[in-house]
């Protein structure tokens, strides 16, 4: 497994971590401090403000989880997944298309988000 795939896994299991504590070391390991997360419903500037999104999630949703739904692509220091959140009930819901960008030390600079398929042509 690549770096950038290593630090894309990082990302994800802090989606998926209730531990406050762990899903710091997760972020600290893998997100730059100023790093962004842009999507159609949201602007997120910073780890600390990364974290308190996904603690917010976590607290309303502690057992839903993030999974792939395709393998890590990347080229450069540019990066691509897709996933969705499954519920406990085997349900999903939340289709994203992620696509980032790594600083020279490998932590994500920025995360553009992508919330189902796109339009038809």
Known sequence: ???IEQTAMRYIAAWNENDDAQRMRLLEACWAANGTIT???????????VFAAITSFRR???????VLTSAIDHHHHIFRFTGHVV???GTSYSNVLDVGEVDADGRITRIFTFHDPPPVA
């Open 1 to 3: 497994m690549s770096d």
């Open 39 to 49: 999507s159609n419903n949201e602007h997120i500037v910073g780890r600390d403000a």
């Open 60 to 66: 309303s949703r502690p057992d839903d989880r993030a």
């Open 87 to 89: 519920r406990p009930d």
